[in-house]
């Protein structure tokens, strides 16, 4: 065995070919018996070193550099989404997966070399531009590529270090033809080749950018194209063979080897494994593939428009992820599931407030007489009705009673300031206000009927107890809540009832409320979460405690009085987990809890493991939704025996007859894997925003993949991806938008 090492700071690609070459030469010379025939080199390695510091370099150095100062300033860092946090230290643990091109898909991109007077390395380079696009998000990508620079003849035979490293930036504008991509690309690399010679080293130090640890200045992408193979040996009487080897490191994120062989392309992409798994790597090869076949296909087709996505992916991601429909024989409104409650258990608590409580036939029957002086006082069928009043047991009979007379409730927190309450009375056009005589002045001189319900019940007294039975749709109005948004400017968000029955029926197929079992409502009422806290109880038969003002923001306080109360179902802020899970652990085998639902932020998911783990049968539900989408549209059930392998608890998947799309800027559906905005539609998806026509249409778009499920998709500004098992991983805002305590 013949065993020979050549290190890179003496050798390069090309190096090896000439050494393969001369030593085919030089063995069968002497198996002949023959003089081997040296050819003398016209220069030394050293020659080109000390020709490289001579001052006509020096000069030709410094125009070079200015070159790659201005296309190179403001070049900005590829993100790509890894399946594994990124280490504070740059690794280089590596792998490595292949795909080979077929003939055909071959010859027609050598087809488009003769039409559009470009080389393969070109458009492969097209290529990969097109996909670090779709999976970043970006439109500046810079990659690296290997030259020879072997520029002058006297160099070609002389074994040594020439390579040096270019970086290639591509900005692609909005609206750019594939066909005018590769031109640009062209471009671009007919100015790089022409300033291959300037040290890449030295690139890096004149440029003005932020070193990190974490990974390689300028680019993390590498692209090289191999189109000179290595010399086969010729060795009489023996026999050779090139062995492949891989060392498993990655130099960089990810380097996309081209080979190309007689018939076809041999493409080998080595990746960190400490960034990506190998699944990863596979996809990113098929939807480079796929990004070729769509070049060969139509040129003239905009890049933004060029899917990625295979026949199959697309039906995997558009439908079989969408696949929980559980559609009823009828639809009932949310008072209608309370009135069965009073009639199964009418002596049981429904509502327990410190010391005060109230059943559900006693809840029904004063619901009943308010809803039924509403009617009686004017109030029709779609009004709004603003309910500002403390938490207490007479919030709780205001929010069924304007339900019961066909209304939407409008909650009015009492701890807003004046001027958020006065807008939102002037916009909402409230046609009653429910309150209490202490918050009464607060109203101002207002022109709607305000109703006083600790002072002035005396009036609805004389009304009947009985159910309205109005007629009320599950597509009527229940609510309205108002939610601040990215611009700072509430607006009113039109919640229909069947929207918040569907979310009941979903967690009650996932871990059913009993009748009877203990509830919590921590959340402000103003606060959307509020209303699934409330409605989950009620419809369901629990006996739903009221936390006071006083404990909602002390998380030791907020534990004991679920613990006081052995509660069986609670929201829980993220906030107040870890202390919680402390409190487990003090107080092993104490906990009633059945099902605990968080979310709002993100969460480790470690955290609610241990949670789990420390009571049984617990589950544990990480959420997501926007008021637009009815609360919750992902839910995503912890499993301590099978965790994700993710940092942060994933958000899950679709609820039930909701379907959930990731789409890119351009709204085209992304692969697995690839970040894009959550998109909600399906039976969750609400009215839009009370008279703000404009801000509807803008964020209530037409659903052109499932138009019978609903007809509009919420655009939620929310950043995501899927991951390989469907669940979805949260990534962050496409603005600029954060929440404080759920608040936006």
């Known amino acids: 065995h013949l065993?020979?090492?050549?290190?890179?700071?003496?050798?390069?690609?090309?190096?090896?070919?000439?050494?393969?070459?001369e030593l085919s030469q030089y063995y069968q010379a002497f198996v002949n018996g023959e003089q081997p025939k040296y050819l003398p080199l016209s220069i030394q390695y050293t020659d080109y070193a000390i020709w490289q510091n001579n001052a006509q370099q020096q000069e030709q150095l410094e125009a070079g550099l200015n070159f790659w100062t201005k296309k190179l300033d403001d070049a900005t860092t590829l993100e790509l989404t890894t399946d594994y946090p990124r280490p504070v230290k740059q690794t280089f643990n590596g792998d490595s997966v292949g795909l080979y091109i077929e003939p055909d898909l071959t010859h027609k991109l050598q087809t488009i070399e003769q039409q559009e007077g470009v080389t393969l390395f070109m458009i492969l380079l097209s290529g990969l531009n097109i996909l670090l696009k779709h999976y970043s998000g970006q439109n500046d990508i810079c990659i690296g590529s290997p030259v020879a620079n072997r520029n002058r003849t006297e160099l070609e035979d002389l074994?040594?270090?020439?390579?040096?490293?270019?970086?290639l930036r591509q900005e692609i504008e909005s609206g750019e033809t594939i066909q005018?991509?590769?031109?640009?690309?062209?471009q671009n690399i007919l100015e790089a080749f022409a300033h291959q010679d300037t040290p890449f080293e030295k690139i890096v130090d004149v440029l003005d950018i932020?070193?990190?640890?974490?990974?390689?200045?300028?680019?993390?992408?590498?692209?090289?194209?191999?189109n000179q193979n290595t010399e086969s040996i010729q060795l009489p009487g023996l026999e050779t063979k090139f062995q492949a080897h891989d060392n498993h490191t990655a130099k960089f994120d990810l380097t996309f080897n081209v080979e190309e062989l007689r018939d076809g392309l041999d493409i080998n992409l080595e990746y960190n494994r400490d960034l990506f798994k190998q699944e990863t790597a596979v996809r990113l090869l098929n939807h480079f593939q796929t990004i070729l076949k769509a070049m060969v296909n139509d040129l003239a087709q905009p890049v933004e428009k060029v899917s990625l996505l295979s026949l199959m992916e697309k039906k995997q991601i558009l439908f079989d992820f969408n696949q929980k429909q559980f559609l009823s024989d009828t639809d009932p409104c949310l008072h209608q599931m309370i009135e069965i409650q009073a009639q199964e258990v009418p002596d049981q608590q429904a509502v327990v407030y410190n010391n005060e409580s109230i059943t559900y036939q006693k809840l029904n029957q004063l619901s009943n007489q308010l809803a039924h002086c509403l009617v009686d006082k004017g109030v029709k069928k779609g009004d709004f009705i603003g309910v500002f009043i403390d938490r207490s047991i007479d919030m709780i009979i205001a929010l069924v009673a304007a339900l019961k007379a066909g209304s939407a409730y409008v909650p009015m927190d009492p701890s807003y300031p004046d001027e958020r309450i006065d807008y939102m009375l002037d916009d909402s056009r409230a046609s009653v206000i429910?309150?209490?005589?202490?918050?009464?002045?607060?109203?101002?001189?207002?022109?709607?009927?305000?109703f006083c319900m600790d002072t002035?019940?005396?009036?609805?007294t004389n009304y009947s107890s009985n159910d309205l039975n109005l007629d009320i749709a599950s597509d009527d109005l229940a609510y309205m809540i108002y939610t601040s948004g990215s611009t700072g400017q509430p607006k009113g968000v039109l919640c229909h009832h069947k929207g918040l029955v569907n979310l009941i029926n979903d967690y009650q197929h996932k871990k059913p409320i009993e009748q009877g079992e203990q509830c919590s409502a921590w959340s402000t009422f103003s606060f959307d979460a509020s209303v699934y806290e409330i409605f989950t109880a009620l419809t369901a038969g629990g006996v739903l405690h009221i936390m006071e003002e006083s404990i909602r923001?002390?998380?030791h306080k907020v534990i004991e009085v679920i613990n006081e109360h052995k509660m069986n179902h609670s929201f829980f802020p993220a906030v107040y987990l870890q202390e919680y899970k402390q409190w487990l652990s003090d107080n092993p085998g104490q906990s009633s809890m059945k099902r605990i639902m968080t979310g709002v932020e993100s969460i480790e998911e470690s955290l609610l493991v241990d949670i789990q783990k420390s009571v049984d049968g617990l589950q544990i539900i990480?959420?997501?939704?926007?008021?637009?989408?009815?609360?919750?549209?992902?839910a995503y059930l912890i499993n301590n025996e099978q965790p994700s392998g993710q940092h942060n608890a994933p958000i899950g998947t679709a609820v039930e007859n909701v379907q959930i799309y990731i789409l890119d800027q351009y709204q085209n559906p992304v692969p697995i894997g690839v970040k894009g905005e959550i998109y909600v539609g399906g039976v969750g998806v609400t009215n839009g925003y009370w008279n703000k026509d404009q801000l509807t249409s803008e964020k209530f778009i037409p659903n052109v993949f499932a138009p019978h499920k609903s007809k509009s998709l919420y655009r939620t500004g929310d950043i995501a991806r899927y991951l390989p098992d469907g669940n979805i991983q949260f990534v962050g805002r496409s603005d600029n938008q954060i929440k404080l305590r759920g608040y936006r």
């Open 434 to 450: 429910l309150t209490q005589e202490k918050l009464k002045s607060r109203l101002g001189q207002t022109e709607r009927r305000v």
């Open 180 to 186: 005018s991509l590769l031109q640009s690309v062209k």
């Open 210 to 226: 932020d070193h990190s640890l974490s990974h390689t200045p300028l680019f993390q992408v590498m692209f090289v194209l191999q």
């Open 159 to 167: 074994i040594g270090f020439f390579v040096n490293t270019i970086v």
């Open 622 to 634: 990480n959420s997501y939704g926007p008021t637009e989408g009815t609360i919750i549209c992902l």
């Open 3 to 21: 065993l020979v090492v050549m290190h890179h700071i003496v050798s390069d690609g090309w190096s090896v070919n000439l050494m393969m070459k």
């Open 553 to 555: 923001s002390d998380a």
């Open 456 to 460: 002035q019940w005396n009036l609805v």
